[in-house]
Nanobody, 127 residues
Framework: QVKLVESGGGLVQAGDSLRLSCAASGLTFSVHATGWFRQAPGKERDFVAAMTWSGDNTDYADSVKGRFTISRDNAKNTVYLQMNSLKSTDTAVYYC??????WGGGPYVNIDSYNYWGQGTQVTVSS
């Protein structure tokens, strides 16, 4: 059974940094494409960042380019989202997602490309 657990969210001020973590059990990140999405109150879940299974290619939403970085530690089987220069508009619940297919293309920006999701972690940025 696949389980994804996000952590690292919290309440910060604008301009601060946070690093979100997504730990997996039941699968190995190194053979699956992964992504981060976020959902603000009353809005749809939106793409934030994605990484191919190899880790060689990444993609980011325009709103976070240059501020957020997706990365992975294969030894810890954990995916990270480093968030710098946070803005109030980054306030949302952040979700880790994994594509069930082994290897494959990507990075995948479409929410429907992912099969497994974590429970989410709240990030609140005060201005």
């Amino acid at each position: 059974q696949v389980k994804l657990v996000e952590s690292g969210g919290g309440l910060v001020q604008a301009g601060d940094s946070l690093r979100l973590s997504c730990a997996a059990s039941g699968l190995t990140f190194s053979v699956h494409a992964t992504g981060w999405f976020r959902q603000a109150p009353g809005k749809e879940r939106d793409f934030v960042a994605a990484m191919t299974w190899s880790g060689d290619n990444t993609d980011y939403a325009d709103s976070v380019k240059g501020r957020f970085t997706i990365s992975r530690d294969n030894a810890k089987n954990t995916v990270y989202l480093q968030m710098n220069s946070l803005k109030s508009t980054d306030t949302a619940v952040y979700y880790c997602a994994v594509r069930a297919a082994y290897w494959g293309g990507g990075p995948y920006v479409n929410i429907d490309s992912y099969n497994y999701w974590g429970q989410g972690t709240q990030v609140t940025v005060s201005s």
